[in-house]
Nanobody
Framework: QVKLVESGGGLVQAGGSLRLSCAAS????????VAWFRQAPGKEREFVSG???????RNAEFAEWRFTISRDNARNTVYLQMNSLKPEDTAVYYC??????????????????WGQGTQVTVSS
């Protein structure tokens, strides 16, 4: 069983920044696609950003120019740097892995393991 742990969420004012981290225990992320999803109250879980083992990235349209995903293989951790945050970014953010995948897919159903999520709240 792969355990993913997200951290870095919190309360921030609009226009501020947060950096989320996704770390794995007892599993190397080296060959996985790792993605971030989010879910706001009353809404479906939606894709935010993903990164392949080769470092190719894919962002949702709302994340372009504001969010940056990166990975540190030495630390077995994937990050999501979020800048210029807006109140509509308020959600629980989850990281997930698609084991052995070559491309970043936006469908949550394709991901094999999920973390417990970290709350991001952006005040206006």
């Amino acid at each position: 069983q792969v355990k993913l742990v997200e951290s870095g969420g919190g309360l921030v004012q609009a226009g501020g920044s947060l950096r989320l981290s996704c770390a794995a225990s007892d599993h190397t992320l080296l060959r996985d696609v790792v993605a971030w999803f989010r879910q706001a109250p009353g809404k479906e879980r939606e894709f935010v950003s993903g990164i392949t083992d080769a470092g190719s990235t894919r962002n949702a349209e709302f994340a372009e120019w504001r969010f940056t995903i990166s990975r540190d293989n030495a630390r077995n951790t994937v990050y999501l740097q979020m800048n210029s945050l807006k109140p509509e970014d308020t959600a629980v953010y989850y990281c997930a892995i698609d084991r052995g995948a070559f491309n970043v897919y936006t469908s949550a159903a394709l991901y094999d393991y999920w973390g417990q999520g970290t709350q991001v709240t952006v005040s206006s």
